[in-house]
């Protein structure tokens, strides 16, 4: 029976009630100490799942036996709390974003590398079963030319807005663009999929008048190293999402639209009497008619799915020693292209990235 690692947990949240339900009952890990600001939000998770309640972050770091540190805060405590647990020298796992700058997220970056800490970022979109099995299929399939990849994000943003002025008043949500927030795991998948960024063109509009940070439309062209193109689309007043498909990947022998539960494939057909180019008449239906689609769907718990194998892959990596599996640079990198889409429509010009070096 493997050994459970033991963890201290730095913040006690519902999201970090969320990781911690996804492994309970495997024995992969116990909780050594927990901490909070909000001193009842650590006595519930405690009562929960065991381990010490403490009152300061460094009562809780200082717990003998922690071997791993969670950290799941507001995104404007990150920093703080990174590093303040980066001085115990044990594999750090934090939540998306690993800050709300670009400049925030390369330093930590830097500081994280230079003390040789392993740190596993909560990207859970890249583990979801249907975008996995992507990547499988570029992996597997030659694409031959890879041309583009489009994404939507579109969500009433309104609706947040309302919630947390009448429910959470203080909620950073208010004080956050959605485009580092939540939309990195989008951002995420450009580079899963199809590598580095190195330069980023934006328009975007923002005119209602309301305290909310996320610009209201934003639509960004992405080159990459490889020579692709990519288009991201971010609307902050959809009535609703309407994409059925919110990613679409074109290469030169096949195309995929996928969600986070279907991807379907269309295939070039390879052979010139398939394509209908040995006949004299209309191509269309010889063409049609080889090309699909193949439909491939998945569990509708993808996001619990997602978040324990995540999980899994860090428990695992804190007990063997394994290369982490998302490493801090891909925090950095979606933080920066993030941010490089937001100045580039603010500024309306290209920006070259990398932002640092």
Not at 163 to 186: G, T, V
Not at 236 to 262: D, K, L, M, W
Request: glycine share 8%.
């Amino acid at each position: 029976m493997k050994k459970a690692v033991k963890l201290g947990l730095y913040g006690c949240g519902g999201r970090t009630r969320a990781l911690m339900e996804s492994l309970e009952g495997e024995g992969a890990y116990e909780v050594a100490a927990a901490f909070d600001v909000k001193e009842e939000a650590t006595k519930s998770l405690c009562d929960r799942f065991g381990g010490k309640p403490c009152r300061s972050a460094d009562e809780m770091l200082g717990v003998k036996g922690v071997e791993a540190v969670v950290i799941s805060l507001n995104p404007f405590a990150h920093e703080e709390a990174f590093y303040k647990s980066l001085e115990l020298g044990k594999p750090i796992f934090i939540e998306k974003p690993i800050s709300p700058t670009a400049r925030g997220a390369f330093d930590m970056m830097r500081k994280a590398r230079a003390k040789k800490v392993p740190v596993h970022v909560g990207l859970i979109h890249r583990y979801y079963p249907a975008y996995k099995a992507v990547k499988r299929h570029l992996e597997e399939h030659a694409p031959g030319v890879i041309f583009s990849m489009v994404f939507n994000w579109q969500h009433a943003g309104e609706t947040e807005m309302i919630n947390c002025h009448n429910m959470f008043p203080d909620n950073f949500r208010l004080k956050i663009s959605q485009i580092p927030f939540h939309c990195c795991h989008a951002l995420d998948l450009y580079h899963v999929f199809f590598g580095d960024i190195v330069a980023v063109t934006a328009c975007g509009i923002k005119q209602l008048k309301r305290d909310y940070p996320s610009p209201d439309e934003v639509i960004a062209l992405l080159e990459f190293k490889n020579g692709a193109i990519g288009h991201f689309h971010y609307s902050s007043v959809c009535q609703g999402r309407h994409c059925a498909f919110p990613a679409f990947i074109n290469t030169e022998n096949y195309a995929i639209s996928c969600s986070p539960s279907e991807y379907v494939a269309y295939y070039r057909p390879p052979l010139k009497n398939m394509r209908g180019e040995l006949k004299k008449e209309d191509c269309r239906a010889e063409w049609s008619r080889h090309i699909g689609p193949v439909s491939h769907k998945f569990e509708f718990n993808h996001h619990d799915l997602a978040t324990a194998e995540a999980m899994t892959d860090f428990i695992e990596s804190v007990r063997t020693g394994a290369p982490i599996k998302v490493p801090i640079g891909d925090g950095y990198w979606v933080a920066e292209l993030a941010e490089a889409i937001e100045t580039s429509w603010k500024k309306g010009k290209k920006i070259r990235l990398p932002l640092y070096k």
